[in-house]
């Protein structure tokens, strides 16, 4: 993808932090030690035996100050379905779960793939970037390395993004722009590289992208889970992350025919490509 804001030295630095990025793929190579220590007492009850082990968790969580830092450690384990950037370690987190329909299927075409896990992974990869990632370097250090111009456009693409999804209707109440911007950034940067790879590839087709992009959000919850997660979650409810977030792809015009008299249509000037 071609970057038309970025100044050379701010370019390079970007280019260092994903040479320097670490990816975890599957499961840890090792198992924590921590888990020798997790011993079950059958004299003891259910409680007992939670109480006990979750001192052990904070006890060994205490004891990482005095050991060396270990960049292998996982943040999450092989089973969740889900996936993670760390700015601290700039490391990006894939777990075993996470491979499998909609998201990655080896009988999946290479466009399915691609609008699936390939669009996850971007996403995580475009975190090292997004209004948080953006303040701490390719080892984890929170550090400046922007040019004080650069940083100062990136901020304004950034109002941008919150302003975008500000003040939306859902569920009877309205999102919150400033909470989930970061996600959004993240989103609108993972998309547009995953398709920018996938229209590489021989066969490429373009709609079938779009739609197992759309399937990655199909959610099910009830109305009071949605309306605290307006509150406190950093990510936008799924069906706009799924809407909006195409709506700033010009590809998507193209592949469905939208006209300004469709739903889905957003005026190209108000479309978003941060990255």
């Known amino acids: ?57 904070v006890q060994n969580m205490f004891e990482q100050y005095h050991r060396p830092f270990d960049r292998s450690k996982w943040n999450m384990s092989g089973y969740e379905v889900n996936a993670s950037y760390n700015p601290s370690t700039n490391d990006i987190t894939f ?7 909609p998201f990655y299927d080896l009988k999946q075409t290479v466009s399915q793939n691609y609008g ?19 303040n701490f370097d390719e080892l984890g250090n929170m550090k400046n390395w922007w040019t004080q111009r650069d940083y100062k456009r990136f901020q304004s693409l950034t109002q941008k993004m919150i302003d975008q999804f500000d003040g939306i209707s859902y569920m009877g109440r309205k999102v919150n722009g ?16 995953a398709l920018e790879v996938a229209k590489s590839e021989p066969n490429f087709n373009c709609k079938v992208f ?7 959000w199909r959610i099910k919850s009830t109305k009071q889970i949605n309306e605290m997660l307006l ?18 792809m010009d590809d998507l015009y193209k592949a469905f025919d ?15 490509n941060i990255w």
Request: charge should be negative; glycine fraction near 6%.
């Open 231 to 248: 509150s406190v979650d950093v990510h936008s409810p799924a069906p706009l992350r799924c809407n909006i977030i195409a709506q700033d």
């Open 1 to 57: 993808m071609k970057n038309e804001w970025l100044s050379e030295d701010t370019r390079k630095n970007a280019i260092l932090k994903l040479d320097k990025m670490v990816v975890k793929v599957g499961y840890p190579e090792k198992i924590d030690p921590l888990y020798d220590r997790f011993i079950i007492n059958n004299e003891e009850t259910l409680y007992e035996n939670v109480r006990r082990l979750r001192g052990i968790e």
């Open 258 to 272: 939208i006209k300004k008299t469709d739903g889905m249509w957003l005026d190209k000037t108000q479309r978003l």
């Open 178 to 193: 400033a909470l989930v911007v970061n996600e959004n950034i993240a989103d609108v940067g993972g998309l547009a590289c």
């Open 210 to 216: 779009f739609v197992n992009w759309a399937l990655n």
């Open 95 to 101: 777990p075993a779960a996470i491979l499998q329909r």
């Open 116 to 134: 699936g896990i390939g669009s996850v992974i971007a996403h995580e990869i475009s975190h090292a970037f997004d209004n948080n990632g953006a």
